[in-house]
């Protein structure tokens, strides 16, 4: 049976690097397969640019709809609304206001459709989200769009995901690279389930240490093997070495040290991974060497 190796690239705050570590080691293997699982703001595609042959929509949940030519403004569903998601909005046409769903702070919990006496209200499915499949330069990605205000992004992940596993399947791809979202919610829990290992990018910084904690403390509660990588550690190396002393004490391997390097934004804005655009660099060296280390641990 064909054994996937899925690598979680995490990080507990944004902005320390993660993304631009996916990309690179996405560009250092043929065949690998790529998922963006940070739904909320993906940004992975505008480096790796895959050409998409499948998109599907995503349901992320429903919202309430009044059909106005049943409604009979009895106002029943505005005083059972918990969310207060119903109002009397002022209309000429309404003496004592019409009644009106506000989108954004309705919850879909179906109660307002279901104590209509006159069944005016519907439920319709949230459908402004989608995920899709293409092809990159090195082998299959998988990502995807939460509409901004729409919930269950963790669901969205899980999706994510699976095309992720399916993918590999049928291209015969050994690993799958994960771009997770920042953060500890319940997209990153998304991340961590069911992975190998996660690698958890930092900076030196106190807020960097602060979250990278956090984030560790979160995978420690799964099966995974765990990993750091601090970027810009040149930077600040009395926090570097800080962090590195913590890691140590928590047994918790530090897999590279990624020194400050201006041509990492040159290699975004030119829509190429920093091993792709300067393969010779300190930087590509040590992402280098990291990639050889993850290569050394699937096979062990």
């Known amino acids: ?17 993660k993304t631009s570590l996916a990309a690179a080691l996405a560009t250092l293997q043929k065949n690998t397969v790529v998922a963006d699982c940070d739904v909320d703001a993906a940004n992975l595609y505008l480096i ?7 998109t599907e929509k995503y349901i992320s949940g429903h919202k309430a709809v009044i059909n106005y030519d049943i409604c009979i403004q009895c106002g029943l569903c505005k005083e059972y609304c918990r969310f207060n998601a119903i109002e009397r909005m002022t209309e000429p046409d309404y003496p004592k206001g019409k009644i009106t769903i506000v989108e954004t702070s309705c919850d879909g919990c179906w109660l307002c459709s279901r104590i209509c006496s006159v069944n005016a209200i519907d439920m319709a499915p949230c459908d402004k989200s989608y995920w899709s499949t293409g092809n990159y330069q090195y082998g299959k990605m998988i990502h995807a769009r939460l509409a901004p205000g729409e919930e269950n992004s963790g669901k969205l992940v899980n999706v994510v995901r699976e095309q992720a596993r399916i993918t590999a399947k049928e291209s015969g791809a050994q690993n799958i690279i994960i771009d997770g ?15 190998d290992k996660v690698v958890v990018v930092t900076e030196p910084t106190g807020t960097g240490l602060h979250d990278m904690k956090r984030i560790l403390e979160l995978a420690g509660r799964f099966q995974v093997k765990k990993y750091v990588v601090i970027n810009k550690s040149d930077l600040n190396p009395d926090m570097t070495d800080c962090i590195r002393s913590w890691c140590e004490k928590e047994d918790i391997p530090v897999i590279g040290n990624l020194p400050f390097d201006p041509r990492m934004v040159h290699a975004m804005v030119a829509c190429k991974s920093i091993t792709e655009w300067a393969p010779g660099s300190e930087i590509s060296t040590v992402i280098k060497e990291i990639h050889r280390f993850l290569s050394r641990v699937q096979k062990t």
């Open 1 to 17: 049976m064909q054994k996937i190796n899925e690598i979680s690239i995490l990080s507990g705050k944004g902005g320390t690097g």
């Open 48 to 54: 790796l640019e895959p050409e998409d042959y499948r």
């Open 181 to 195: 979202p920042p953060g500890t919610g319940c997209a990153a829990i998304a991340s961590i389930t069911g992975a």
